[in-house]
Every structure is written in structure tokens, then in C-alpha cells.
């Protein structure tokens, strides 16, 4: 016989009414590092195992003197549902309709009398070790659960607090529409409506770097400084000078924010536009480009103040058109074949649906990709002029 041993020391509880054989198991079993206890007879290992259930596994012969080894699975399933430890059954009985019903109750192995020793250390190495694997692999499944759980928690109260900022920095301005889509549950795309005390309108769309919590962090400072620079009348050029130095000073070097901000400056009837790193801002009428505002500036949050770029594009007011401005996640956006919406695909959208510029843009989004749940933040915000500089406006802040 090969000399074999196994570890650590796993505790057997060997159940036969044959006190030789149970004996000769036990030793064997001792022999390769295994602690046994040894019953023979069915009732007395029920007041064992009321006593100690650490059992690892249990051996056990069908047919005890006083009682079947599936009475003693039924009794043991009954009292000991949650640490049931494995049951190799021995039997002289090779049958195979009692073997199904072995299984059926709950039998873990089966070995044939005489019973090889050699291989009855093997299975119960085996069978042990496998629960045990289980057992770890159960905990850490209930570890991760929790930490699920403690990360979700977390997370909700995060998007709140998120979602509340931006409440309390943005107003419901009458003309102004937005869908934002985010990719994941904090989105890296803001946008923020404003009027200021003396009457001017303001409009930021703001696109992080990234995806997530980590991309809303980085908007987190320059919602406040837009807010609080607009109750007090700054111009377009001072707010994001400020927001560029507050992303220079504050974020990682790695962290950068597009954006287009539009002020409409009441008492000139002059609309600013700076558009840093975002793509091309439409304003148009009934079909027709009325002009386009394309990117002439970096991204804030990567110039330092002696070369950073605040200048603006102003253009008299219109009471009429509409302003569309969208995020890259919009053209980016692959079909099937791997090939982007396009900016060009925008253009021609929202020049052929002037009515309905938003509804066709998302509808047309959804066709050519097949899907509502894209791989990027996606926003898109219309401007109806006309509504805006009316005046027309409502409520105190906006989701």
C-alpha cells in the first residue's frame, strides 16, 4: 500500500454497526491525518452529533442495526439543514434503484463492500476539500455582497448630493430643452441654465474627461463658480477665466472639461459664445445655418492663466432660430460597422427637422446604433431664442 497523507487534520464521524470494520476504517483513516469518531449504531450517532455537529464528513453504512442509512440522512437533513457535512454511504447492496434513491436523499458518494481504504481516503480528502472550498467561496460571495451593497449605498447617496448641487445651481429657464444620456449612473456631462439679477440669460453644457463619479467630481467646482459669478452680473470671459484656474489648481493634470457656455447680454441684445474642445454650436432658422460656432479654444483645465484663451464670439441677438449644442458623445457613437454618427449627420438632422430638432436627433441616434444604452455621456440642448429672450421664465431650479 502507497504511503499517502492528507491535511489538514479534517474530523470523520464513521457510522457502522460492524465494529471491526469500523475500527479498521477509523484507524486507516487516523493513519493519514484525518481525526475519527467512531458510532455503531444509529441512535447513539444522533446523540453524538447533538453534541458536535463539526463533523467534516460522514461515513456510513446502510444498514445499521437499528435503523437504514436513509432514515439517518432524512433525521440528518431535518436537524442540520444549513452545515450538513458530506455523506460517503458504504453498502454491500449494489443495486441500482437504491443507489438513485441514495443520491436522491442526499448521498454525496457511494462506495461497494468490501471497501477499498485506499480509495475511501481519497473520496473523503476529496469531498472535504471541496466543501471547504465552497464554505470560502459562500463567504466571500456574502463579503461581496456587502460590499455591493455598502458601494451602492454610497453611490446613491453621492448622486444625490450630485443631483442636489446641481439643482441648487441651475434655474428652469422657459425655451430652454435638454437630454442628457449618461453611460453610467453619474454623468460626465452637465448642463446649467441661469438668469442673472439684472436680466442676462446663461447657458453652460459642460463634457468631462472619462466616465462616472470620476468625471462628475470634475465638474463639481465649476457648477458653484458659474452659479455664483452669474448672481453677480460677470461677463462671459471672467467666468471662464475663473473655471479654468479653479480646474488648473484643483484637478489632476490628466483632467480637463470641454465646454460651450452662451451668455445673452440683456442691455447690448448681444449674445457670447466661448466653445472650448466641444463641437460645433448651430444656431439656426427654418432650415437655414443663421452661423456656427466652432471650437477656437482649448478644453478648460489644461492652460495655465498666461495662456489661456477667454475670448468670446458675439453676435447681435435674433428673436428667432434655435441653438443647438451637443456633446462629442453624440458623434462618436458607432453602428454596428464601427462608423460614427458624424458631425455631418447633426448638421443635416437638425437642418432637415427644424421643428423638431431634439426628438429627431435621438430617434435617428437610436436607429443607427440599435441601441438606447451608449458606451459615452451623450447630451444634446436646444436654445429656442425666440422664448428665451422674451423673458419667459419659471421656478427656481432644474434636474
Not at 147 to 155: H, L
Not at 225 to 232: A, C, N, R, T, Y
Not at 310 to 334: N, R
Request: overall charge negative.
Amino acid at each position: 500500500m502507497n504511503d499517502f497523507s492528507f491535511g489538514p487534520a479534517y474530523s470523520i464521524l464513521v457510522v457502522d454497526d460492524d465494529e471491526y470494520l469500523n475500527e479498521l476504517m477509523c484507524q486507516f483513516l487516523r493513519s493519514k491525518g484525518f481525526v475519527t469518531h467512531s458510532i455503531c449504531s444509529y441512535l447513539k450517532s444522533f446523540e453524538l452529533l447533538k453534541t458536535n455537529s463539526t463533523f467534516d464528513l460522514i461515513v456510513l453504512d446502510y444498514q445499521l442495526g437499528d435503523g437504514t442509512g436513509l432514515e439517518f440522512l432524512a433525521d440528518l437533513d431535518f436537524n442540520n439543514k444549513i452545515n450538513k457535512p458530506p455523506v460517503i454511504m458504504i453498502s454491500s447492496n449494489q443495486d441500482s434503484v437504491l443507489l438513485e434513491n441514495c443520491f436522491a436523499k442526499g448521498v454525496t458518494d457511494y462506495l461497494i463492500k468490501p471497501v477499498n481504504l485506499s480509495l475511501l481516503a481519497l473520496k473523503a480528502s476529496a469531498l472535504i476539500n471541496t466543501v471547504a472550498m465552497q464554505k470560502i467561496i459562500a463567504l466571500q460571495t456574502a463579503e461581496l455582497e456587502r460590499f455591493k451593497s455598502e458601494a451602492e449605498r454610497e453611490e446613491s447617496i453621492a448622486k444625490a448630493t450630485y443631483e442636489y448641487l446641481l439643482q441648487q445651481n441651475s434655474q428652469v429657464v422657459d425655451g430652454v430643452t435638454a437630454w442628457l444620456q449618461p453611460s453610467a449612473s453619474f454623468s460626465g456631462d452637465i448642463a446649467l441654465t441661469k438668469i442673472s439679477p439684472s436680466g442676462d440669460f446663461y447657458f453652460l453644457l459642460a463634457d468631462a474627461t472619462g466616465h462616472g463619479l470620476s468625471a462628475a467630481i470634475t465638474l463639481m467646482p465649476m457648477v458653484s463658480i458659474f452659479s455664483s459669478m452669474v448672481d453677480k452680473n460677470f461677463n462671459l470671459n471672467s467666468i471662464v477665466t475663473e473655471i479654468n484656474k479653479k480646474l488648473i489648481h484643483d484637478t489632476p493634470g490628466d483632467r480637463f472639461v470641454a465646454a460651450v457656455i452662451v451668455h445673452w447680454r440683456r442691455e447690448q441684445n448681444e449674445i457670447d459664445v466661448w466653445n472650448g474642445g466641444m463641437p460645433p454650436v448651430y444656431w439656426m432658422h427654418k432650415g437655414k445655418l443663421l452661423h456656427q460656432f466652432d471650437s477656437q479654444h482649448m478644453a478648460l483645465g489644461i492652460l495655465e492663466e498666461g495662456m489661456f484663451d477667454a475670448s468670446v464670439v458675439s453676435c447681435p441677438a435674433q428673436s428667432l432660430g434655435l441653438i443647438v449644442a451637443y456633446s462629442d458623445g453624440l458623434i462618436e457613437e458607432t453602428n454596428e460597422d464601427g462608423v460614427s454618427f458624424s458631425i455631418d449627420r447633426v448638421a443635416n438632422i437638425a437642418l432637415t427637422n427644424p421643428a423638431e430638432i431634439l426628438a429627431s436627433l435621438v430617434v435617428a441616434l437610436e436607429q443607427y446604433t440599435g441601441r438606447k444604452k451608449y458606451r459615452d455621456d451623450i447630451s444634446i440642448c436646444i436654445l429656442d431664442m425666440a422664448r428665451i429672450l422674451a423673458g419667459h421664465t419659471s421656478g427656481n431650479s432644474v434636474s
